[in-house]
Every structure is written in C-alpha cells, then in structure tokens.
T-cell receptor, first 113, second 114 residues
Framework: AQSVTQPDIHITVSEGASLELRCNYS??????LFWYVQSPGQGLQLLLK??????LVQGIKGFEAEFKRSQSSFNLRKPSVHWSDAAEYFC???????????FGTGTRLTIIP | DTGVSQDPRHKITKRGQNVTFRCDPI?????LYWYRQTLGQGPEFLTY????????KSRLLSDRFSAERPKGSFSTLEIQRTEQGDSAMYLC????????????FGPGTRLTVT
C-alpha cells in the first residue's frame, strides 16, 4: 500500500524568507504527486501536481516542487513567503487506475513579521 | 464554474441522531469523491462515484454510512446513529480526469457530535 509522510508538523518562517516543506512517499512505481493548501475552516486548494516529465513543477502563488525519485521525495518550495501563505499544507499521492488520493498528515505553516 | 459546494457547512448533532450532507460537484465532472478529515490529520478517502455508480468504498465507511449520487449529479452522505467518533470535517471533491487526476475540493461540512 502507498503512503505519504510529512515529517514536519509545524514550521515557522519569517515573512520574506524562503520555505521548504518536506514530503516523502512510499510506492513501488512512480506515483502522481500533489500539494494542496488548506486555510482555516476551508477546503483544499491545489497548488501544483506532478504526473510525469520535468521533475521541477511550477504551481500557483509562486510555489514550486521537485520530484526526486532516488529520494522518494516531492518537496515544496517558495523563495519568499508572504503573510498570506500561513495555512496547512498537504502532500498527496495518486496511483494510476486507483481513484483515491492518499494524503500526508500535513504541515502547519506560521509566518512571523 | 462555481466550484464544488457543500451543505451545510456546519452541523451539530446529538449522539444517536442521523445526519445527511449534500455535495454539488462542478457541473461537467463525472467523478465525485468523499473524504473525512479529523483534527490534525490529512483527508482520508471514504468513497468514489463515477456518474451514479458507487465504484469504491473504504473500510472506513462502516454500515452506518451510506452515500448516493442519483442521476450522477449531486451526492448525499448519510450517517445513521451518529457517534462521537464521527466528529470530523467531511470533504467532497470532483474530477473530470480518470485515475487520480486533479481533484477539486469543496469547503467541507464540519460535523460535531455531542
């Protein structure tokens, strides 16, 4: 069975600083990978996705993520965070032929002035 | 495109009562999903519809839970004889793409069982 691990439960970053959120997965083949963001009391918004091809993917709101097969990782990055980026971030995995997404436990991002 | 909508947004009920939630997917999306999210956790898959057919159910979906999608449009999720452990956010998502393609999520229904 597939799984997703987000090792950091909570990260605090200063506004304007760079950000990297970690995501590791376990699956026997190349999965589909997603990053979603959830603001308090809200549903999930898709930031970016990796299906195949270029391992560096660009998303909305200035986010990017890099798929590294050798490390089974799909880390999310942003060069300069804004106060509005404070939210919960979820990494998710999908598998061809299986309709469900498997989510990690999330990383809560706090931005300090 | 008005997005995925869910109703109600919040529901407080007493243990043992039945509750029903509604999800309206993006109009042209034929795939609809239900997930459950408890505090401090990521969403967990409950069930999936393609048009009106319920094609997959998680073991999390006990016999107190039932979901329908009549005519392949909106969907309902009913929980009978609610328990305190059912307290969670229930998320609905829809998709046009097969096989774990991009899923669009609604705002969720937060259920509190007292």
């Amino acid at each position: 069975a597939q799984s997703v691990t987000q090792p950091d439960i909570h990260i605090t970053v200063s506004e304007g600083a760079s950000l990297e959120l970690r995501c590791n997965y376990s699956y026997g083949a190349t999965p589909y990978l997603f990053w979603y963001v959830q603001s308090p009391g809200q549903g999930l918004q898709l930031l970016l996705k990796y299906f195949s091809g270029d391992t560096l993917v660009q998303g909305i709101k200035g986010f990017e993520a890099e798929f590294k097969r050798s490390q089974s990782s799909f880390n999310l990055r942003k060069p300069s965070v804004h106060w509005s980026d404070a939210a919960e971030y979820f990494c998710a995995l999908g598998v061809w032929g299986n309709e469900k997404l498997t989510f990690g436990t999330g990383t809560r991002l706090t931005i300090i002035p | 495109d008005t997005g995925v909508s869910q109703d109600p947004r919040h529901k407080i009920t007493k243990r043992g009562q039945n509750v029903t939630f509604r999800c309206d997917p993006i109009s042209e999306h034929n795939r609809l999903y239900w997930y459950r999210q408890t505090l401090g956790q990521g969403p967990e898959f409950l069930t999936y519809f393609q048009n009106e057919a319920q094609l997959e159910k998680s073991r999390l979906l006990s016999d107190r839970f039932s979901a329908e999608r009549p005519k392949g449009s909106f969907s309902t999720l009913e929980i009978q004889r609610t328990e305190q452990g059912d307290s969670a956010m229930y998320l609905c998502a829809s998709s046009l793409e097969p096989g774990a393609g991009e899923q669009y999520f609604g705002p969720g229904t937060r259920l509190t069982v007292t």
